[in-house]
């Protein structure tokens, strides 16, 4: 059973570039957490996702941040229009169910030039 | 909304010491606290979670501890390896289908 896959792994992108970070979460698991963690700091929730469905994005950024978790496919992180501080390690994490352990993926790290 | 403070953020220990590191959260109606292992550029791992209806809980050299009044856990790690060398998140979750809530976490140094 693999586990959580994120990719890229690592991404750099220019100023006011798209930023897509996939996420396929663990087989038989439903429920996939976006996280983003800055230099030496904690991991920070941004979205939580079932399938086709947003559960809670009160961690998101109000402009250029989306998720979604379509039927078939990876759930997916959008960031439009790329800043310099939007570089950090974006973590996704899955679990079963809602009142479970969460799994999460290697991350993938972003960096704005 | 959920705040986990997480003390002290760094600790440095001999081989063989124990290490402890404690936690508050804000919302006495989290119910689950997990821990998690982050080395170096990889992902973190569970490494031992509690639910509230249970005050203490204990895998091998790594026990966790729940106060629900004073609204603290903490980990305890006894016989300190090398590899034990990490940083060390806290987090709680008020209920199931809402978010974990991290706290900025501790860097365990463990020297032999």
Redo the contacts between chains.
Sequence with gaps: NAGVMQNPRHLVRRRGQEARLRCSPMKGHSHV?W?RQLP??????MV?LQKENI??E??MPKERFSAEFPKEGPSILRIQQVVRGDSAAY?CASSE???E???????TRLTVL | ?ENVE?HPSTLSVQEGDSAVIKCTYSDSASN?F?W?KQELG?????II?IRSNVGEKKDQRIAVTLNKTAKHFSLHITETQPEDSAVY?C?ARAQ??????????TTLSVSS
């Design positions: 957490y996280y030496e700091e904690g991991l920070k929730f939580y559960i809670d009160s961690g973590f169910s809602s009142g352990e969460q799994f999460f993926g290697p991350g | 909304g997480q689950y997990p998690y990889k992902r973190p791992q569970l979670d998140f987090a199931a289908g809402t978010a974990l809530i991290f706290g900025k976490g």
